[in-house]
């Protein structure tokens, strides 16, 4: 789940993180009467989308009076933003935060994540921060800096001074740099974050440290426990089917292809997507329907898919293990026969019941082709979609 900046700021705060004054604006007049609390003197104006590259796409710009932010602020909310990750499609700023204006004497760059090869979290920093820190990793991988944390014992003082040295923080910068860290960290640990992510990370010429920016990302699995956190999920930066998928425990992701895929498991969908596209497709998204799946998840799995116009055929993969192969079918026919389903529909099915899943799609009436193995299923699938 990935919340807007001044949110995520807010989470970082509540751990000691220092961040610049601000507040969030729904309206070019809230925003000026913003910059005149934070002293009417020069904010920034920062569109808030989840998406980075904003300041690029004219999402963040400066403003040297509560006038001028509030007219800038105008011209912002209700824009169509397009960056880099974004997509030709754009964003649509909603809202945008009013900030204090710094000034910046270097940027710096820190992030926490987990490193699945080292099954540990791990701490990233760099010299180089600011808007092209990706360019920096791909062009100058050495001035990346990485800290991996043993769970037991968290960040140690020494790592997080061993980062700033590494990133030229000296005296009262670096002790500052060790505090930040301390409160990133705890911060990812206690809120399940999966990402946080500060850039850039500034060091005024006042010698302090603060996150000019952050970016925080939390486990959807884990939202639960937090429902403070859970308050803060925006619906409409989401994909709506996603979302929809969300209300029936379904794993939907959208994608840019054309074949639709439905799924148990997330091994297997993955294999699957890989596989239509060994055979020259595209697959139009991610969906897992999970091992315990019932007919009414099909059904509901089924209106998600169709409910995507550039589907032009469907692979069903599945083993039928907790999900019996007769469930699957008899889910398959009522929403097939419920909804009209106008593409194809390739099915490859292994597992408990197959014989009998099998003779109900057959005695359906309805179009179904039937695979024996996932080749068959992909050459199928991508040859019934090219033909439409």
């Known amino acids: 789940m990935k919340i807007h900046e001044y949110q995520a700021k807010s989470v970082l705060a ?11 604006a729904f309206s070019a007049v809230e925003a000026g009467e913003i910059a005149r609390r934070l002293g009417g003197s020069v904010v920034v104006v920062k569109a808030q989308i989840h998406a980075g590259g904003r300041g690029k796409g004219g999402g963040v710009k400066l403003a040297k009076s509560p006038d001028e932010a509030e007219q800038v602020a ?37 992030s926490v994540l987990v490193d699945r090869a080292a099954a ?9 921060g600011g808007m092209d820190i990706e360019e920096v990793a791909a062009k100058e991988p050495q001035k990346i800096l990485r800290e991996y944390v043993d769970r037991g014992t968290g960040i140690i003082p020494f790592q997080a001074r061993k980062l700033a040295f590494g990133m030229g923080l000296e005296g009262g910068a670096a002790q500052k740099l060790v505090k930040l860290l301390d409160g990133v960290y705890r911060a990812f640990i206690e809120t399940d974050a999966t990402l946080i992510e500060v850039n850039p990370l500034i060091l005024t010429k006042g010698g302090d440290l603060l996150a000019l920016d952050a ?6 699995n884990a939202v639960f426990r937090h429902p403070d956190l859970r308050e803060l999920r925006d619906l409409g930066e989401e994909d709506p089917l996603e979302v929809e998928a969300s209300k029936f425990s379904l794993n939907y992701i959208r994608l840019d292809g054309n074949i639709g895929c439905m799924v148990n498991g997330a091994g297997l969908a993955m294999a699957t997507m890989d596989i239509i596209k060994l055979a020259g497709g595209e697959p139009a998204n991610f969906l897992d329907v999970g091992g315990g799946a019932n007919a009414e998840q099909i059904r509901n799995a089924f209106k998600i898919l169709m409910s995507d116009k550039h589907v032009r055929a469907v692979l069903i993969n599945i083993f039928g293990g907790i999900l019996r192969c007769d469930v699957l079918a008899q889910g398959v026919i009522a929403a097939v026969t419920e909804l009209g389903v106008p593409v194809p529909i390739v099915i490859r099915m292994e597992g408990t019941n197959v014989e009998e899943g099998k003779r109900m799609l057959k005695e ?25």
Request: glycine share 10%.
């Open 14 to 24: 509540r751990f000691g993180v220092p961040v610049p004054r601000g507040e969030v």
């Open 74 to 110: 105008k011209q912002m909310i209700g824009m169509t933003l397009v960056t880099h990750q974004t997509g030709p499609e754009g964003r649509t700023v909603s809202r945008v935060l009013i900030e204090e204006g710094l000034q910046i004497e270097r940027e710096l760059y820190v």
């Open 120 to 128: 540990c979290p791990v701490v990233i920093a760099s010299a180089a």
């Open 215 to 220: 970016k925080v990302s939390f486990d959807d």
């Open 364 to 388: 359906s009436g309805l179009n179904f082709t039937t695979a024996d193995s996932m080749g068959e299923a992909a050459q199928t699938v991508v040859a019934l979609a090219g033909a439409r």
